[in-house]
């Protein structure tokens, strides 16, 4: 049984920053690659960006030079910095690890 759970979301103005967390814990034998998603209302699930075993981080387009990913080395827990927050950010973000998903956390963005 593998648990993922997700926290940090919230309300945010246009332009301001939030941290997601992701920890995943259970029956993991081994470190492995995390990735985030968006589910923006009335959406299709999104890859947002990915991270290695390794620490490599990879975007999508439209948050390159705003997200940052990262993640304790050595652990299966992963963050996601969000800066200069957009409208179109608003939605659920989710957290993936193998074949499991965690529940989302909300982030609205809206003045």
């Known amino acids: 049984q593998v648990r993922v759970v997700e926290s940090g979301g919230g309300l945010v103005q246009p332009g301001g920053s939030l941290r997601l967390s992701c920890a995943a814990s259970?029956?993991?034998?081994?470190?492995?690659?995390m990735r985030w998603y968006h589910q923006a209302p009335g959406h299709e699930r999104e890859l947002v960006a990915t991270?290695?075993?390794?620490?490599?981080?990879n975007y999508v387009d439209s948050v390159k030079d705003r997200f940052i990913i990262s993640r304790d080395s050595g652990k299966n827990t992963a963050y996601l910095q969000m800066n200069s927050l957009k409208p179109e950010d608003t939605g659920v973000y989710l957290c993936k690890i193998l074949t499991y998903w965690g529940q989302g956390t909300q982030v609205t963005v809206s003045s």
């Open positions: 259970g029956s993991l034998n081994a470190i492995y690659g």
């Open positions: 991270i290695t075993t390794d620490g490599v981080p």
